[in-house]
């Protein structure tokens, strides 16, 4: 499977980075996490874009823009346990819902992203 066609190319992960956000404004479940983010989401959609296309097969264009990231190093300025992961892949799983994905991809990226989510977690919470 073409992971970054079945996501809609930059068009269909950019829609699923709008509605992740999205969520993240209208959810209460995700206040927790709305604020460890600017006023201005903008940059964050960008990165987070970039971020998906490359991990799906795409573009790098997260490295091509921004260069390397380590997940984890990046979240450990924040204090992310149990209540903030699941916030985060709420919003997500719920932006995912929505999208135009084949059922066996939706469960597939869920999946996939709740790899990062979970470790970015166990590093904090080792280092807390």
């Known amino acids: 499977m073409d992971l970054y066609c079945a996501a809609g190319e ?6 699923l980075v709008d509605a992740f956000y999205s969520n993240m404004d209208d959810f209460p479940e995700a206040r927790v996490i709305r604020s460890m983010h600017p ?3 903008t940059e964050a959609r960008k990165k987070l874009t970039y ?3 490359g991990v799906l097969g795409g573009p790098r264009l997260y490295l ?3 260069g390397g990231v380590d997940l984890p190093d990046f979240h450990r300025q924040f204090t992310i346990g149990t209540d903030e992961r699941d916030a985060w892949m709420f919003c997500m799983q719920s932006a995912i819902a929505i999208q135009p994905y084949e059922a066996s991809f939706k469960e597939y990226l869920l999946a996939r992203l709740s790899i990062p989510a979970e470790r970015i977690r166990l590093v904090n919470a080792i280092e807390t």
């Open 51 to 53: 971020f998906l296309c």
């Open 64 to 66: 091509e823009h921004y």
């Open 39 to 41: 006023d201005d989401l």
């Open 10 to 15: 930059l068009a269909g992960i950019t829609s």
